[in-house]
């Protein structure tokens, strides 16, 4: 996603309490970070942080980690956050905002870390071949996320890309996961508690189904 530079972003950034400016320094360490033991999920390619924010407002008791490697994307996804958590009168506790290139992600977080949970929403569907493996879904980073996953651990994603899901469930499937649920039209779906990020808006306002699925890591 293309976003204009931001000029007010990093200096609000660098007020932003759960904004971490070295998140190598928390590397296996996340719950002294949250102050708290509670269940760490995790989301790669944040973007505006709607789908973050909403889910951190639901789950008090659950701590997130979002990652995005542009510091403009953060900057406005720290003023969506500040927004959704308006009403309840206080910043969020249980984010923490991360810039970083998902490709060296095993530098911020480690095993201790224990991710439960880990959301792939709308990542860049990169078509050319030269460029398939940038994917959030391409098997290296689907290694590299099981070195930190924990055995009971799911990760969902979702796309309106028909050619990035198809090659994404290979991917899975050739990487070590078992596909646990998976549906080519999410909205006409079972799931009930689906919360629509930006990107899913803009594609299903123009009728596009969004297709989804969940992973789980085999030992
Ligand atoms: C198409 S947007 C989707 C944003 C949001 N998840 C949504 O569903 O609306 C993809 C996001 O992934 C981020 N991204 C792409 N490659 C990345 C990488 N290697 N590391 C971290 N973030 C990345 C982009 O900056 C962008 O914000």
Known sequence: MRIRKKKWA??????CS???????QY???WKEFFQNDNPIELEVGCGKCTFIG???RRNPDVNYIAVDIK???LGVGRRNIETIFEAEGHSPGNIA??????EMLHEVIGKEDGIGKLYIN??????????KKRRLTFPKKLL????????????YFKTDDDGLFEDSVEYFTGSGYRIAYLTRDLHNSEITDNIVTEHEKMFSDEGVPIKYLEAVPLA
Do not use: Q
Not at 122 to 131: E, Q, S, V, Y
């Open 122 to 131: 709308f990542c860049n569907p990169w078509p050319r071949l030269k460029h």
């Open 27 to 29: 590397r296996g360490r």
């Open 18 to 24: 759960y904004f971490v400016s070295d998140p190598a």
């Open 10 to 15: 990093e200096p609000e950034l660098s007020r």
């Open 144 to 155: 590299m996320y099981k070195r930190f996953l924990t055995p009971d651990a799911k990760i």
């Open 54 to 56: 909403e889910k951190a």
């Open 71 to 73: 510091i403009d994307m």
């Open 97 to 102: 905002l991360v810039r970083y290139n998902v």
